[in-house]
């Protein structure tokens, strides 16, 4: 007979999981909520922060590119991962982080980027730059969902 460990801790009241008992490497831990229902003012997701580091990474990552097709399906990839581990830096606690970024060559013509999404506008918030070189343009937008 096997008994099954029950776990404990800060946020979990107790429970006995019955496939605990192979280890610690399938050890599931249960997390209730806070209800936590908006951020701290020092909390919020600040745009003019956001932004800065936006164009810090986009500068440095697109400074030397020339635009190809081929390449900028795989710069767009990049670049937005390197935008959200910068603005995760930040360390903005319960924020879903979401970035976008549309790379296209440069031709004179004129462009408009949009989204749509449904809110709450006292806590979420976006922010957005655009890159503009000889060969390319570049639009990111981060935007930042608090979530409980």
Not at 58 to 86: H, P, Q
Not at 87 to 99: A, H
């Amino acid at each position: 007979q096997v008994s099954s460990p029950v776990l404990s801790g800060p946020r979990f009241r107790g429970g006995v999981y019955p496939h605990a008992a192979m280890g610690d490497q399938h050890q599931v831990h249960v997390w209730e909520n806070t209800y936590i229902m908006s951020p701290k003012e020092e909390e919020k997701f600040f745009p003019s922060k956001v932004s800065e580091v936006i164009e810090r990474v986009m500068n440095e990552y697109l400074r030397d590119k020339e635009y190809t097709a081929e390449d900028a399906k795989i710069w767009t990839l990049d670049l937005s991962n390197e935008i959200k581990g910068a603005v995760k830096e930040l360390n903005i606690p319960r924020y879903k982080i979401i970035v976008q970024v549309v790379i296209g060559e440069q031709g004179s013509q004129g462009i408009r980027v949009a989204s749509k999404c449904l809110w709450d506008v006292s806590s979420d918030n976006w922010a957005s730059h655009t890159y503009q070189s000889q060969s390319l343009f570049a639009v990111a937008m981060v935007f930042g969902c608090y979530y409980e």
